[in-house]
């Protein structure tokens, strides 16, 4: 887990309420991702940001929004228009141009 | 689209068996290969990685992988399995553009 930490560990929502999940790393790493991990589904990519102020889409954005206002730091937002907000969700830091990833504790979100 | 594929969902080895689990990938460009593993609720480990170089590639905890470029595919070896081994293990493709895809992720059962 290293230098990344993500809270809660975690997170019961109410259907309709937006939740933050934050992730924030000491690694000095540029790329920062968001993914999903759902049972026999592997991880699939939401968003993922290589610098301040900037982050592009992944394989299953819509639903979710993030910023990256910071370095260090890149929160993912669950929204109401997101459909089945259960799973696991996975934030990793890599070092540029291509590097390893490196992943934090998790976040398990549970929609009630 | 880039993509990555593990046929198998789950292998089954003896304890002090040689083990291997299957990647295939399909991306535009060089392709960046990585195998990470996984125990119970937590987040992913590097295990190792290919950028470029020699074709067999040294890992953590006696893992290897050998990428074959004409065959499209990034096998993750050991000679000798443990017991301790038994997690679920993912094989991941980046592009130039830091976008990662992951496969659905091989449960590797070692035995006594």
């Known amino acids: 887990d290293g230098g990344i930490t993500q809270s809660p560990k975690y997170l019961f929502r109410k259907e309709g309420q937006n939740v933050t999940l934050s992730c924030e790393q000491n690694?000095?790493?540029?790329?920062m991702y968001w993914y999903r991990q759902d049972p026999g589904q592997g991880l699939r990519l939401i968003y993922y940001?290589?610098?301040?102020?900037?982050?592009q889409k992944g394989d299953i954005a819509e639903g979710y929004s993030v910023s990256r206002e910071k370095k260090e730091s890149f929160p993912l937002t669950v929204t109401s228009a997101q459909k089945n907000p259960t799973a696991f969700y996975l934030c990793?830091?890599?070092?540029?141009?291509?590097?390893?990833?490196?992943f934090g504790p998790g976040t398990r979100l549970t929609v009630l | 689209a880039q993509s990555v594929a593990q046929p198998e969902d789950q292998v089954n080895v003896a304890e002090g068996n040689p083990l291997t689990v299957k990647c295939t990938y399909s991306?535009?460009?060089?392709?960046?290969l990585f195998w990470y593993v996984q125990y119970p609720n937590r987040g992913l480990q590097f295990l190792l990685k290919?950028?470029?170089?020699?074709?067999l590639v040294k890992g953590s905890y006696g893992f290897e992988a050998e990428f074959n470029k004409s065959q499209t595919s990034f096998h993750l070896k050991k000679p000798s399995a443990l017991v301790s081994d038994s997690a679920l293990y993912f094989c991941a493709v980046r592009d130039n553009a830091g976008k990662s895809t992951f496969g659905d992720g091989t449960t590797l059962t070692v035995k006594p």
């Open positions: 940001s290589q610098i301040v102020n900037d982050f």
């Open positions: 690694l000095n790493h540029d790329a």
């Open positions: 991306v535009s460009g060089n392709p960046y």
């Open positions: 990793a830091t890599a070092g540029l141009p291509v590097d390893t990833q490196y």
């Open positions: 290919y950028i470029t170089g020699d074709n």
